[in-house]
């Protein structure tokens, strides 16, 4: 027993030794140098699958650098009034004991139709999502010509009429607005049967244009972006109201009238907005609501001019008369906006293109007006489609 204990103690000195020898060699492999191979560092997360920081224009597709964004939109809108007039005509009769009786009158609006307008836009978007934009829109339609005419003889009178008459007017509210008042009345009409009927058109234009100059802030609420904004707005509002009136064969000759009126709103004032942008998943699709509010203080004017020709049919010189009106007023407009719709984003190489279909309310009330007044409210419905691009 105690022969094997010290040649135990030898072999394993010994080989304790070799196993010294070999770690202290150069190129090799020992137990100390392994052991830092043993330890699982963790990956690192990819950069592609990050949230985007700042999602909003610049940022809103993931671009944390920020950058520019421009684009183009269509809004294809039709303008509401709360009241618009247009023509207005009554025939009336006088009874043998001279009391007169209103037997017809008619009164129409003035209707436009949807039409496209464009919008422009160029912003830019710092990496801490601090930015500037600017836009531009421009509303320019015409109403439908209004066309009024009574085709009953004068000569022959409705049941119930006694000595009959009929005036035309224009349904021309400003004229009251004006110094000195105008408006166009054709009328009282008595005279043969067969007598060609007095007609009256009126026409009507709608022109809008706005600019916004905002800052932009864009941050992020857990899966939602948001995007605020603030700044000054402009907008110029023109109408106009032109009626025109033609008496061909009265007893004396012929008479023609025509009423041309038109006015016009500057105001500016302060802007805000803000935007809620949602991802669905990893499609490139999102969710997009738009609201926006702004108060202009500006100042308004309108003018008039009417004149009447007649033209004897006897011959001899033809008869012009002309008078002008004009009125100014101070006045302020409240804006109101609504946008809900989508946005589908791609890759484009550096960029980033966006689509983004939306259904659109405007409400301006305040010193909008219509066709023939200054004030009045005013309002845009449709639809608008952007497309833009981030780089």
């Known amino acids: 027993m105690r022969k094997r204990l010290p ?47 700042f999602p909003g224009p610049g940022h809103e597709n993931g671009n944390p650098d920020g950058g520019f964004t421009a684009g183009a939109a269509l809004l294809i809108v039709k303008p509401f009034f709360q009241t618009n007039p247009g023509l207005s005509a009554t025939r009336a009769s006088v009874s043998p004991a001279g009391t007169a009786t209103t037997i017809l009158t008619s ?32 509303f320019d339609q015409a109403a439908k010509q209004q066309l009024l005419a009574f085709n009953t003889p004068v000569a022959a009178p409705l049941v119930g009429e006694g000595a009959a008459s009929q005036s035309f007017f224009s349904g021309n509210a400003s004229a009251g607005a004006v110094t000195p008042p105008l ?53 110029h509002i ?20 025509a009423l041309l009126t038109g006015h016009n709103y500057d105001g500016a004032g302060p802007t805000v907005a803000g935007q809620l942008r949602r991802e669905l998943g990893k499609s490139g699709l999102a969710l997009i609501a738009n609201v926006r509010g702004s108060e202009l203080y500006g100042s308004g004017r309108q003018q008039a001019t009417e004149q009447t020709v007649f033209v004897p049919a006897a011959g001899g010189p033809t008869l ?6 004009f009125h100014t007023h101070d006045g302020l407009l409240r804006i109101a906006e609504v946008e809900l719709g989508v946005q589908y984003t791609q890759e484009l190489g550096g960029a980033r293109l966006f689509i983004q279909p939306a259904l659109v309310g405007q409400s301006w009330s305040g010193s909008a007006g219509n066709a023939s007044s ?13 497309i833009g691009v981030n780089f």
């Open 320 to 325: 012009v008369t002309t008078s002008n009106g």
């Open 374 to 386: 200054q004030t009045g409210d005013l309002g845009f419905f449709g639809l608008e489609l952007e």
């Open 7 to 53: 040649s135990a103690i030898a072999t394993v000195t010994l080989a304790w030794l070799v196993g010294t020898a070999d770690a202290a060699e150069p190129g090799t492999a020992g137990p100390q140098a392994a052991a830092p191979a043993a330890i699982a560092l963790p990956d690192s997360p990819a950069v592609a699958d990050s949230p985007a920081i």
């Open 107 to 138: 009164a129409s609006d003035f209707d436009y139709s949807y039409s496209a307008s464009p919008k422009l836009w160029l912003g830019w978007v710092s990496e801490s999502g601090l930015g500037a934009r600017v836009s531009w829109w421009r």
């Open 238 to 257: 023109d109408q106009n109201y032109n009626a025109y009136s033609a008496q061909p064969s009265l007893p004396g000759g012929a008479l023609s009238n």
């Open 183 to 235: 408006a166009i009345t054709v009328g009282p009409l008595v005279g043969a049967a067969g007598e060609t009927p007095a007609t009256l058109i009126a026409t009507s234009n709608l022109k809008v244009d706005v600019w916004d100059v905002e800052a932009t802030q864009d941050c992020a609420l857990g899966s939602w972006c948001l995007q605020l904004s603030g700044g000054v707005r402009y907008a």
